[in-house]
């Protein structure tokens, strides 16, 4: 009986002469050892470590007065800053009951949105912008 290792199966007259118990055995153990947890290679840590999000949006920089007025804090990530403003929406209930997507502003959320009556929800990113001061 030979086995070729790379495929599994058996060769060709031999396999005719084995017993289909023992076949069906073989192919149950093969197809067990597909679902069966493969170590982690060598090269990926064991342990698993939070990445580093020290960039991008997750970069906590400067902010402008009248963000600093409204958040409380003199630098904050671009995440941060929006998570803090959707917590004093659903807080006050500024959103449109009609069209969720649409946000009313009151006094303090004009001051950081431009004086504007209404913002849609995707603007919020671009209306924040301004008031990240840029650092090198």
């Known amino acids: 009986m030979v086995l070729f290792p790379q495929s599994g199966s058996f060769s060709g007259q031999c396999a005719r002469s084995i017993p289909s118990s ?3 055995l073989s192919w149950q153990l093969r197809r067990r050892q597909k679902h069966l947890p493969q170590p982690p290679p060598a090269s990926l840590p064991l342990s698993p470590q939070a990445p580093n999000r020290t960039s991008g949006i997750f970069k906590v920089t400067p902010v402008s007065p009248t963000m600093c007025q409204f958040l409380g804090v003199s630098e904050a990530s671009r995440t941060d800053a ?25 006094e303090k959320l004009k001051t950081i949105f431009d004086g504007k ?20």
């Open 22 to 24: 023992v076949l069906k």
């Open 82 to 106: 929006v998570k803090k403003i959707w917590d004093y929406i659903k807080l006050n209930s500024l959103q449109n009951p009609a069209n969720k997507r649409e946000i009313r502003c009151d």
């Open 117 to 136: 009556e209404t913002v849609g929800f995707l603007e919020i990113g671009k209306l924040l912008s301004p008031h990240f001061v840029k650092t090198n």
